[in-house]
């Protein structure tokens, strides 16, 4: 029988309110707990002088998944938010040609033929190849992976041949045109795993996929406006979200959750949410000793992703930049060969967001509100961040006046930056890892930390750090996964 419980959620990130939506329309007492002033986490909206930034991510792909969590919360999205569909995609930058992309098929054929007179057939033969990946790895995706014998499923064993589980993004894409433009423009999107191209499991070749078949959305303010949204509902559903309070500590006894510590006082729930990163999670709000899989030590030696740099400007002019345009270094092999062995370089890569093309709202009249973001090694790498960030921005601000000449320090009217130090000590991203545990296959599926968590019970996981991983599709799917867990109990 159905028991309604007094629930916990740490963090107002993406998954923490997803999780926080579902619930409350299940009928738990929830209550979600998150340190920051604003909702959203990682992807919270900034603001400075009358501008205003998504501080993470700015777009949004795999919308039915997000229309789930909606339907399940008691609402439909489309009604609750204005999408709007980008076209095109996004405009990419090589140092030796320029693809717009968008979701047409023929034109996106075009694209490549005018790169290289191969690209083209090859570019349609990948996507026959994707959509059969994708439909192979949706239930992958969907299934919790709580036990290793989920890997035996029959399904499972039929779909696992399809993903070629051992051949990186790099190499799928290599057999069907090995010219760089070709390979780049279907691989950047690994770097939303925080991972290389070569490093990254085929499997993930479907994240493109995704793009050029159903598409990009932006919502009206930001892709903040999602998170914020799903706060005003969890709160009409009867739930609670209470900002500026810091949770200290998940109460375990007997490696089970029984509460929270909460400006230092304890406070009982029936079962604990953790949308709070989760090696954060594991080594600062749990005590070593109720932890197996996940000691401190242990999660220590696991492998994660990169870090970024993001650089926010509100500028006293428009300018001609796509809603997404990504500038590649002049040698992205090396440059992605460096960043996946945590090595800095100047040949940096980096990513513009210009929201204020399509959208009136992030920005006062005829000014602009933009976003460049540079992936860079996470804290494992030692610098001195200090003066570090000071010398990426002058290359990326070097770089666009190079490309594009148009000198962006003489149009700034307001900035702000955050290092993966800041992601580290603001955010309380463990290392800066901004993508979570890195996404090889040792770290993937059953060996991903479980939405319910085999360490302790009583504790649920969202999240990127959790399955299926990280980026806000995925993680929209973990808050699918977690509430299910708690319908049954």
Do not use: C
């Amino acid at each position: 029988m159905h028991m309604n419980k007094r629930i916990a959620v740490i963090g107002a990130g993406p998954g923490g309110l997803a999780a926080g939506l579902i619930l409350s329309k299940q009928g738990h007492d929830v209550t979600i707990y998150e340190k920051d002033g604003e909702v959203g986490g990682r992807s919270k909206r900034l603001t400075s002088d009358g501008f205003s930034f998504d501080a993470g991510p700015t777009f949004l792909m795999y919308v039915e998944l997000l229309e789930n969590v909606f339907r399940r919360g008691g609402y439909e999205l489309h009604k609750e938010l204005d999408l709007i569909n980008l076209d095109p995609l996004y405009r990419l930058v090589f140092p030796y040609h320029t693809f717009e992309l968008s979701t047409d098929q023929a034109h996106n054929k075009a694209a490549f033929d005018a790169y290289d007179k191969d690209a083209g057939d090859a570019y349609l033969k990948w996507r026959k190849v994707q959509k059969k990946k994708l439909d192979a790895v949706t239930p992958l995706l969907k299934r919790s992976f709580a036990s290793i014998f989920d890997y035996v499923k029959p399904d499972t064993l039929r779909m696992l041949p399809r993903l070629h589980p051992f051949q990186s993004v790099y190499q799928s894409l290599h057999k069907l045109n090995p010219s760089p433009g070709f390979i780049h423009a279907l691989s950047f999107q690994a770097k939303y795993l925080g991972m290389a191209s070569f490093d990254a499991p085929s499997a993930f070749s479907f994240l493109p996929f995704l793009e050029h078949d159903g598409g990009l959305y932006h919502t009206e303010g930001g892709l903040n406006a999602i998170n914020r949204k799903m706060a005003e509902l969890i709160i009409r559903n009867g739930g609670s979200v209470k900002t500026k309070t810091t949770v200290q500590k998940i109460l375990v006894k007997d490696r089970k959750a029984y509460g929270i510590r909460v400006d230092d006082k304890d406070v009982l729930y029936d079962a604990v949410v953790a949308n709070a990163d989760f090696a954060y999670m594991a080594t600062e709000l749990i005590d070593n000793d109720q932890l197996r899989t996940y000691t401190h030590e242990k999660v220590a030696k696991k492998d994660y992703s990169v870090s970024t740099m993001n650089i926010y400007l509100g500028l006293d002019t428009l300018l001609p930049f796509s809603h997404h345009q990504i500038v590649f270094s002049d040698d992205y092999d090396d440059y992605l060969r460096k960043l996946s062995k945590g090595e800095f370089t100047d040949d940096i890569s980096y990513y513009i967001h210009n929201p204020s093309v399509i959208d009136k709202t992030m920005a006062p009249e005829g000014k602009s509100a933009l976003y460049l973001l540079v992936p860079l090694p996470n804290m494992t790498s030692p610098k001195d961040w200090a003066s570090y960030q000071s010398h990426i921005e002058s290359l990326v601000y070097q770089s666009i006046k190079k490309k594009f000449d148009i000198d962006l320090k003489a149009h700034t009217l307001t900035k702000m930056i955050i290092t993966p130090k800041d992601w580290q000590d603001d955010y309380n991203v463990y290392q800066g890892a901004v993508f979570n545990l890195s996404h090889k296959l040792s770290q993937m599926m059953y060996f991903r930390p479980h939405n319910n968590f085999e360490d302790i019970k009583g504790l649920y996981l969202v999240g990127g750090g959790t399955h299926p991983g990280s980026g806000l599709p995925t993680i929209y799917q973990s808050a699918i996964i977690t509430s299910k867990y708690l319908e049954k109990g």
